[in-house]
């Protein structure tokens, strides 16, 4: 099992930034992939960036975001961050970590066509954002 904390959440103002940590813990060598994905109240759960942990750099940011969040990590601590700037109303979600274990060709897929079609084996509890305007 891997187990997802995440953290950073909490309430600003549009044009802020934030930056939200999900740390995991467990058996992390069972995951090569990490995602944001984030669920405002009434509307569908939203993939907004991909990270594929496995090597070759693969990333994925859903066009709402895009130029604007960033994602990385931190091995030594198994640590993945999202750095979100220039925040707007529209933000305001609730924002998950997600993990699994993927191929590069599945990776590939992700980085093509988004993060609808792959299914995350490992999910945090949640971490709140809201962007006042």
């Known amino acids: 099992q891997v187990q997802l904390v995440e953290s950073g959440g909490g309430s600003v103002q549009a044009g802020g930034s934030l930056r939200l940590s999900c740390a995991a813990s467990g058996y992390t060598s069972r995951s090569n992939s990490m995602a944001w994905f984030r669920q405002a109240p009434g509307e569908e759960r939203e993939g907004v960036c991909f990270?594929?942990?496995?090597?070759?750099?693969?990333?994925y940011y859903a066009e709402s975001v895009k130029g604007r969040f960033t994602i990385s990590q931190d091995n030594a601590n198994n640590t993945v961050y999202l750095q979100m700037n220039s925040l707007k109303p529209e933000d305001t979600a609730m924002y998950y970590c997600?993990?699994?274990?993927?191929?590069?060709?599945?990776?590939?897929?992700?980085?093509?066509?988004?993060?609808?079609?792959?299914?995350?084996?490992?999910w945090g509890q949640g971490t709140q954002v809201t962007v006042s305007s």
């Open positions: 990270m594929y942990t496995g090597g070759a750099g693969l990333t």
């Open positions: 997600a993990a699994t274990q993927m191929t590069a060709i599945q990776a590939l897929g992700v980085v093509t066509w988004g993060l609808d079609r792959i299914d995350f084996d490992y």
